[in-house]
């Protein structure tokens, strides 16, 4: 069925250092793939999408990847700041089903200074 | 000037009551969404209004009601309030090509 699967793991990253958060989807109907921050007591923000007809996209010190071979979305963070320390979502958007937003599971970063 | 904004931010009540949460968003938006988080942080949708139409209707307890008076407004009602529905409900708006925009959130707790 539709999922876009990441359950609540925790990444633990020294400040400085990079991140990667992985996620994997199952509905090849999804158009486009957003990667949302939410911190403590506030709604997901975002960070970074990307179009199914990319393999890549750039932000500031943000990298979104997307394999549709496999199905696998990553978001990559350099030089991690403790600013970072947030819940990070994926979600996939499908147009064909009303542009219904599709969340993953989250995964908490966390800084280490 | 917040760009969708939902009251109350918090909102504790008993079992049975009825209360609504409401949402406003001034980016000139055509669509709004409510999702619900629960206590392990997953985000599931809700309802969709493109303007003031329903587009999206997942499978919800009929005691959620959701009413757009306009396209800038989409309001939700929840009859006879049970502890499930203790959560975090976000309100959003999307724009074609500038995505979704989240509140910050109105938590509910039901005890």
């Known amino acids: 069925g539709e999922s876009v699967g990441l359950h609540l793991p925790t990444l633990s990253v020294q400040e400085g250092d990079n991140s990667i958060i992985n996620c994997a989807y199952s509905?090849?109907?999804?158009?486009?793939f957003i990667w949302y921050k939410q911190e403590s007591g506030k709604g997901p923000q975002f960070i970074i999408d990307?179009?199914?007809?990319?393999d890549k996209r750039q932000g500031q010190r943000v990298t979104v990847l997307l394999n549709k071979t496999v199905k696998h979305l990553s978001l990559q963070i350099a030089a991690t700041q403790p600013g970072d320390s947030a819940v990070y979502f994926c979600?996939?958007?499908?147009?064909?089903?009303?542009?219904?937003?599709?969340f993953g599971g989250g995964t908490r970063v966390l800084v280490k200074p | 000037d917040t760009a969708v904004s939902q009251t109350p931010k918090y909102l504790v009540t008993q079992m049975g009551n009825d209360k609504s949460i409401k949402c406003e968003q001034n980016?000139?938006?055509?669509?709004m969404y409510w999702y619900k988080q629960d206590s392990k942080k997953f985000l599931k949708i809700m309802f969709s209004?493109?303007?003031?139409?329903?587009?999206i209707n997942e499978t919800v307890p009929n005691r959620f009601s959701p009413k757009s008076p306009d396209k800038a407004h989409l309001n939700l009602h929840i009859n006879s309030l049970e502890l499930g529905d203790s959560a975090v409900y976000f309100c959003?708006?999307?724009?074609?090509?500038?995505?979704?925009?989240f509140g910050s959130g109105t938590r509910l707790t039901v005890v």
């Open positions: 959003a708006s999307r724009d074609l090509l500038l995505g979704y925009t």
């Open positions: 509905n090849s109907a999804s158009d486009y």
């Open positions: 990307i179009r199914s007809n990319m």
């Open positions: 979600a996939e958007n499908i147009k064909a089903a009303g542009n219904k937003l599709t």
């Open positions: 980016l000139g938006h055509d669509t």
């Open positions: 209004y493109n303007n003031k139409e329903l587009i």
